[in-house]
């Protein structure tokens, strides 16, 4: 998988994981798509879960526009 993959995943994981309540709702949300995400760009699915799953859990904490609980 190449860095724009990961980026790509990074990316549409925090844009799925916005619009739910909780750090457990965005993190399952962006685990999804970003192994979707992966095995659509030709990468490593898990790969892909876990780095989507770990942008929709911390997004709320890094600040990005539109996560946070409700």
Do not use: H, Q, W
């Amino acid at each position: 998988m190449t860095i724009k993959s990961y980026i790509l995943v990074g990316i549409a994981a925090f844009g799925l994981s916005g619009c739910l309540a909780s750090d457990a709702e965005r993190g399952l949300a962006g685990a999804a798509g970003g192994a979707v995400i992966a095995g659509a760009t030709g990468g490593n699915a898990v790969t892909g879960a876990v780095i989507g799953g770990a942008g929709g859990y911390f997004c709320r904490d890094l600040n990005v526009p539109g996560c946070r609980n409700r």
